[in-house]
């Protein structure tokens, strides 16, 4: 086994932070995989305590791909929509690197999931503009050019008919307003038809939890760019957190 050709990925969720060891060959997992409630109005520090618990039962000493619900530019966390705001500013590849004691790459959760899709699964082989969606906690987006991601779109942040596409359409809001399948998907499409109207994907991948169930909502989808659920679904995230640490700018 080429020590190299595996990596661990990280995707910290509003619910939960899930992790395993990636065959970056592939894809797919190598192992079991893990998980633990994330305390995301903790601490930083009580955050990064629950990484290194979770990361700890992975066997082995690779890399680790970190994928977190923020806007992150150069391995620093510059948002926090749905953690604790003292994360703003804090040098997150940096801390996970210390306390991890390997190497962490740091990147947007949507962008994670962006690049296992387009790497592996429903976008592989895509070019022109393809759009990932996250439909969790809040709705993350990653844009590729002609494969080449255009990194922290946030989109989900985007006013459609004055509010945001994620309080609209994100899988929270479903649970959370006891939607029905139908409803959600009216919302869905609000906010698919404002970003086919301002970026003209070539694909839409929609992925996340709630994609899980396809049947009780794709035939109701209406969308002018083709819309495909991403193969990898929740996964994505980790299996993406794991890519990114081959990534140049990843600090090993
Ligand atoms: C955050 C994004 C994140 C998305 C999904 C949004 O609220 O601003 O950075 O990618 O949620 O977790």
């Given at each position: 086994m080429n020590a190299s050709s595996f990596a661990i990925g990280v995707d910290v969720g509003g619910s939960s932070i899930k992790c395993g060891l990636v065959d970056l060959q592939t894809g797919e997992f190598a192992g079991e995989r893990y998980s633990t409630p994330t305390p995301a109005q903790d601490s930083t520090a009580t955050l990064l305590a629950a990484i290194a618990t979770v990361v700890?039962?992975?066997?082995?000493n690779h890399a680790i791909g970190l994928a977190f619900p923020s806007v992150i530019v150069r391995g620093t966390v510059r948002t926090a929509a749905h953690l604790n705001k003292a994360w703003i500013g804090q040098p997150l590849a940096k801390l996970a690197t210390e306390h991890l004691r390997r190497p962490v790459y740091a990147i947007n959760d949507a962008d994670a999931a962006g690049l296992a899709e387009l790497r592996y699964g429903a976008a592989r082989g895509v070019s022109g503009t393809v759009l990932l969606l996250t439909l969790g906690t809040g709705i993350g987006s990653a844009l590729f050019i002609d494969g080449r991601l255009v990194p922290n779109t946030e989109l989900g942040h985007l006013q459609v008919s004055g509010r945001e596409a994620e309080v609209r359409a994100s899988g929270r809001t479903k649970v959370d307003q006891k939607m029905s399948w139908d409803e959600w998907t009216e919302q869905l499409n609000m906010v698919l038809r404002e970003l086919h109207a301002l970026l003209w994907p070539d694909l839409i991948v929609l992925c996340g939890g709630i994609t899980e169930e396809p049947g009780k909502f794709l035939d109701k989808l209406r969308c002018e760019s083709p819309v495909r659920i991403g193969a990898l679904r929740a996964q994505a995230g980790i299996v993406g957190a794991a890519f990114a640490t081959t990534l140049a700018g990843n600090p090993a």
């Open positions: 700890a039962d992975v066997p082995g």
